[in-house]
């Protein structure tokens, strides 16, 4: 059984010599997260409320044949994976990544942009079947598990998704852990919503001054939450120092928030990368008290503000940064 993200050994199983069958009835006293774990070799994932499950499965190689029915739960989250899978293989798709590989390589911007449109047009329209799909399903702890790990849907863009569905679980599940972890999970979303004030940050500079965010305020700042040892970051450091130079002068501001440990590794990347507006950090890596404030779990992570400080954009890069600043500043002009 899962508690938390620990797996707890809950009891072991005997097969039946005869046939290789087994049957196990399991008290629970609320539905949660539980795992078959073959001989070492094959782990079969459940979800067990209070519905009879028949498992099948070959047992003795890592991917072998596995089948679970009977939980509703576990028939959603592979009609999710399913929608997802499809899209992915569809003919459109495949001709779209066929496309934007043969423009990238002849360096063909306008047709660039314009399959990239296509393609989150047509993501769009995926994502779409799969929230009608959660909203056919009522409190589950299936759903729970599709939107939790972050790879279907799009937290940010998808927040009312996310905060509805937390609503549901809140009355129908109020005793359910896993419910109540993903309710508070969704709350400190909330915090960090579009159209909320982000929380202030104060931490020193490279001169072991503390300079806060809010001390920005009156610009469009974008909180860059990066680090000289992750590759993603430096690679989309040159975008955003070519927006600095070429916005700066209107009222773009950046404050980056590194998470290094080392200040030589801090100062060095900074130099290198020509990263040369407000730096603050406190050397603690993902110990750092503004990675706690705003829940950071990978970077690079990124936020656009308002001149109130207010969020209006979220991970934005390359095109996407680039597109946002420009609308900004033409109706700013």
Same mark, same amino acid.
């Given at each position: 059984?899962?508690?938390?993200?620990?797996?707890?050994?809950?009891?072991?199983?005997?097969?039946?010599?005869?046939?290789?069958?087994?049957?196990?009835?399991?008290?629970?006293?609320?539905?949660?997260?539980?795992?078959?774990?073959?001989?070492?070799?094959?782990?079969?994932?459940?979800?067990?409320?209070?519905?009879?499950?028949?498992?099948?499965?070959?047992?003795?190689?890592?991917?072998?044949?596995?089948?679970?029915?009977?939980?509703?739960?576990?028939?959603?989250?592979?009609?999710?994976?399913?929608?997802?899978?499809?899209?992915?293989?569809?003919?459109?798709?495949?001709?779209?990544?066929?496309?934007?590989?043969?423009?990238?390589?002849?360096?063909?911007?306008?047709?660039?942009?314009?399959?990239?449109?296509?393609?989150?047009?047509?993501?769009?329209?995926?994502?779409?079947?799969?929230?009608?799909?959660?909203?056919?399903?009522?409190?589950?702890?299936?759903?729970?598990?599709?939107?939790?790990?972050?790879?279907?849907?799009?937290?940010?863009?998808?927040?009312?998704?996310?905060?509805?569905? @937390?609503?549901? =679980?809140?009355?129908?599940?109020?005793?359910?852990? +896993? %419910?109540?972890? $993903?309710? #508070? !999970?969704?709350?400190?979303?909330?915090?960090?919503?579009?159209?909320?004030?982000?929380?202030?940050?104060?931490?020193?500079?490279?001169?072991?001054?503390?300079?806060?965010?809010?001390?920005?305020?009156?610009?469009?700042?974008?909180?860059?939450?990066?680090?000289?040892?992750?590759?993603?970051?430096?690679?989309?450091?040159?975008?955003?120092?070519?927006?600095?130079?070429?916005?700066?002068?209107?009222?773009?501001?950046?404050?980056?928030?590194?998470?290094?440990?080392?200040?030589?590794?801090?100062?060095?990347?900074?130099?290198?990368?020509?990263?040369?507006?407000?730096?603050?950090?406190?050397?603690?890596?993902?110990?750092?008290?503004?990675?706690?404030?705003?829940?950071?779990?990978?970077?690079?992570?990124?936020?656009?503000?308002?001149?109130?400080?207010?969020?209006? @954009?979220?991970? =934005?890069?390359?095109?996407?940064?680039?597109?946002? +600043? %420009?609308?900004? $500043?033409? #109706? !700013?002009?």
């Amino acid at each position: 059984k899962f508690e938390g993200n620990q797996p707890v050994p809950l009891d072991t199983l005997v097969l039946n010599e005869e046939d290789y069958t087994f049957s196990k009835e399991v008290t629970i006293e609320t539905p949660g997260y539980y795992r078959l774990n073959f001989y070492n070799i094959q782990q079969v994932p459940l979800i067990l409320d209070d519905e009879d499950v028949q498992v099948n499965v070959d047992g003795n190689a890592r991917n072998g044949f596995s089948h679970v029915s009977g939980s509703e739960d576990h028939d959603f989250i592979m009609h999710a994976q399913q929608i997802m899978q499809e899209f992915q293989a569809s003919e459109k798709v495949q001709m779209i990544n066929q496309q934007f590989s043969q423009a990238s390589a002849t360096q063909n911007q306008q047709a660039i942009d314009s399959l990239r449109k296509a393609y989150m047009e047509l993501d769009a329209a995926m994502k779409q079947d799969l929230i009608n799909a959660i909203d056919t399903m009522g409190a589950s702890l299936g759903v729970v598990e599709i939107l939790r790990n972050g790879r279907m849907l799009d937290k940010d863009k998808h927040y009312e998704v996310y905060k509805d569905y @937390a609503a549901l =679980l809140k009355e129908e599940m109020p005793n359910v852990p +896993l %419910a109540i972890d $993903f309710v #508070k !999970e969704v709350e400190q979303m909330g915090k960090l919503a579009v159209g909320q004030v982000a929380p202030d940050i104060a931490l020193p500079n490279p001169d072991g001054e503390i300079v806060s965010l809010s001390s920005l305020r009156g610009n469009y700042v974008l909180v860059d939450f990066w680090a000289k040892w992750c590759k993603p970051c430096r690679m989309e450091n040159p975008n955003v120092v070519r927006m600095y130079n070429k916005y700066n002068d209107q009222g773009f501001e950046v404050f980056g928030v590194s998470l290094d440990r080392k200040r030589e590794d801090w100062l060095q990347a900074i130099e290198e990368d020509g990263l040369h507006w407000t730096q603050v950090s406190d050397l603690k890596y993902w110990n750092s008290k503004a990675a706690e404030i705003y829940n950071i779990k990978a970077i690079p992570f990124a936020l656009l503000l308002d001149p109130e400080g207010v969020i209006i @954009a979220k991970n =934005l890069r390359g095109p996407a940064l680039e597109d946002k +600043l %420009a609308e900004i $500043f033409s #109706k !700013e002009n």
